[in-house]
């Protein structure tokens, strides 16, 4: 029989396809709309959003991971922004220098969220570095090992409900040393 794991009860549900696509989709929608406001008439930009957007969900299969979702979706509207001139009968009046410079900009903020959620992922793993043994290790079980809260009292030694309460005071601790890092401007 195959080894299946349920969930711990405390946990957060795993988010699905869709969550993380709606997820991407609202980070750079912004994006995406300056791109088809300077591509087409302000009467279809809405369309050629949703458009765009339903091919992506249909081609999400498609998509490499190893590169950034927004010039993906970018690509994806920049090929229906050309069909809609195509089929409009009409020379597209935006040349492509604009939206390349467009696209490049789009990059530049693309690559701006990564390094922000880098840097994030650094604070919080300095911040998980400098919590008490006691409280680290609970982490370290409960988010690293996905190990059920009872499993983790066993192997520290103390009652569920302390185990509870080390990983509440535990998050506590990282929040606030993630809000004191954030606030300052450090990312050390």
């Given at each position: 029989a195959p080894n299946l794991r349920l969930a711990r009860p405390d946990a957060p549900p795993a988010p699905d396809a869709a969550d993380v696509f709606a997820i991407l989709v609202r980070e750079h929608g912004e994006r995406l709309l300056a791109y088809l406001r300077a591509s087409v008439p302000s009467s279809?930009?809405?369309?050629?959003?949703?458009?765009?957007?339903?091919?992506?969900?249909?081609?999400?299969?498609?998509?490499?991971?190893?590169?950034?979702?927004?010039?993906?979706?970018?690509?994806?509207?920049?090929?229906?922004?050309?069909?809609?001139?195509?089929?409009a009968g009409r020379e597209r009046?935006?040349?492509?220098?604009?939206?390349?410079?467009?696209?490049?900009?789009?990059?530049?903020?693309?690559?701006?969220?990564?390094e922000e959620f880098r840097a994030q992922l650094v604070r919080l793993e300095r911040c998980v570095a400098a919590l008490p043994d006691e409280y680290r290790t609970v982490i370290h079980h409960c988010y690293r090992l996905d190990a059920p809260v009872a499993t983790i009292a066993a192997e520290v030694g103390a009652s569920v409900e302390a185990v509870k309460k080390r990983l509440q005071r535990a998050r506590g601790m990282i929040a606030a040393c993630m809000d004191a890092k954030g606030t300052n401007g450090a990312t050390a």
């Open positions: 279809a930009v809405d369309d050629l959003f949703q458009d765009t957007v339903l091919v992506a969900w249909r081609r999400l299969g498609d998509y490499d991971r190893t590169r950034p979702f927004g010039a993906w979706l970018r690509g994806i509207a920049r090929n229906i922004v050309m069909d809609f001139w195509s089929r009046p935006t040349d492509d220098a604009l939206l390349d410079g467009i696209d490049r900009r789009a990059a530049e903020h693309d690559r701006g969220d990564r």
